[in-house]
């Protein structure tokens, strides 16, 4: 009986530390602003011609700044995110020529679907229309 009050007591300890630490952390974390965040979204036609976009934003998420420009991108929810379907009036068809837009990350191409794509300040982002 001793040794499971000893577990039970030890448990709620931490639970109770965990708890804690989550208050301060939360209480503690500095407030986003509308414009906190500016990044910069660069589009590349299939035609080879380039956009860029600037936004200033408190959004967390590319997918979340991107979608609410009317217009600039459209797409449908998939398996693994948002599938981008058009770029600033512009289709990628995959089933007709295997064309898509694709996410880079600054240099980098992006590990995750578009609306799973944190966004921080001085960001760079490309959607280039790609046949692949």
């Known amino acids: 009986m001793k040794k499971s009050t000893k577990i039970i007591a030890a448990v709620a300890a931490l639970v109770g530390a965990a708890a804690i630490l989550l208050a301060v952390y939360l209480g503690t974390r500095p407030e986003t602003a509308a414009g906190s965040k500016t990044i910069e979204v660069e589009v590349v036609h299939g035609d080879g011609s380039q956009k860029t976009f600037t936004y200033n934003t ?23 995110g948002l599938y981008i379907t ?47």
Do not use: C, F, K
């Open 86 to 132: 058009a770029v600033d009036g512009e289709e990628a068809v995959y089933e007709t020529d295997g064309a898509y837009w694709a996410l880079y990350e600054g240099e980098d191409y992006a590990q995750q679907s578009i609306d799973e794509t944190p966004i921080e300040d001085g960001g760079q982002y490309s959607l280039v229309y790609t046949i692949g």
């Open 58 to 80: 408190d959004a967390e998420y590319l997918g979340q700044v991107l979608q609410e420009e009317q217009g600039l991108i459209e797409g449908e929810d998939g398996q693994y």
